[in-house]
């Protein structure tokens, strides 16, 4: 038996395929759901700022950010917890309440920080599957054991850019154990305009057991500085804050954060882009013969399957456009081989990208 020549991690670490973010390298960027118009010049302006006081560590309650996201979203600020993205607050959610024999439960093309998350602290991820590339409560209540601690449930969702109604949402709470919590990642919120939508706040208002994280990436456009938020009951908002790094939100992001909220105009100016151009490509695009889905984000997901003989290739395609310096996302991660997800983005990129796959289904 060959033994082990250096220190060797947890079983189930080595198991979990690393995520693989959206490229880079590209002078037209549409392969990571970043806001289209930028971050708000206000934002800008207080991250730079603070270039002076680099010496100094961050307060690590994120006080003002706190009371900012309270104020405009009308919300408690002791129960928020602030992190280096969403993706901090997933993580630790996951390392508070799971472990080896637990279960993580998520649907069938969540967010792929789900399972990841789960393997890490040695938790079974369990995936239930979806109708016409939306959750179905019912299919995630079938797979609910006495093992499941967590439910995560993004909406709306990425990659397929669908969402459950709030009466669905709250059906699918109703259906659970009081000992799971129903994390709602609802990262894309800010782009929701539908009146049937919640993005589950009250939820946690009247239960103990549901906990909504959000992000500073999308719509604000605060990628790089890595913030996001939690929205928790009493309980968790603590348990949260007693394992997370007591300076685990920089001095530049939480500043940069305030400023974002403060600017509304901004923000209605970069929803109404989003709804005026992702109209537009999605009907470009159908034009050409793809199937685009209707998509409530910042993004669609195109499908190249059987549109035209010879031309079903989505990583073709995608290796098309990035010899035109188009970068977009691949989907065989998600169990999406034939689809490519594109992000919306200023008039002029998303004019590239039409014709860009005009001529490769020309080709």
Known sequence: MTQPTGPVPRPGILDIAAYVGGEHHGSIRLASNEGALGPSPRAVEAYQRIAGELHRYPDGGSTKLRQALAKRYGLDAD?????????????????????????????????????????SVGATPVVA???????????????????????FLANPN?????????????????????????????????????????????????????????TFSKIFALGSVRLGWAYCPAAIADVLNRIRGPFNVTAAAQAAGVAALEDVEFIDRSRAHNDQWRAWFSDAATALGLTVHPSVANFVLVDFKGQRPGKDDAEAARLFLKERGILVRQMPSYGLPSCLRVTIGTEAEMRAVVQALRDFLAA
């Open 158 to 214: 990425n990659p397929t850019g669908t969402y459950l109604k709030a009466e669905e949402v709250a059906r699918l709470h109703a259906g659970l154990p009081a000992d799971v919590i129903l994390v709602i990642d609802a990262a894309y919120a800010e782009y929701m305009t539908q009146n049937d939508y919640s993005d589950g706040t009250g939820l946690v208002e009247r239960h103990p057991n549901v906990v909504v994280t959000r």
């Open 79 to 119: 129960r928020i917890v602030c992190g280096a993205g969403s993706d901090e607050l997933i993580g630790l959610l996951v390392r508070a309440y799971a472990g080896p024999g637990d279960e993580v439960l998520y649907s069938q093309y969540g967010f792929l920080m789900y399972p990841i998350a789960a393997k």
């Open 129 to 151: 599957p979806e109708k016409g590339l939306t959750a179905d409560v019912d299919a995630l209540l079938a797979r609910v054991t006495p093992r499941t601690r967590l439910v």
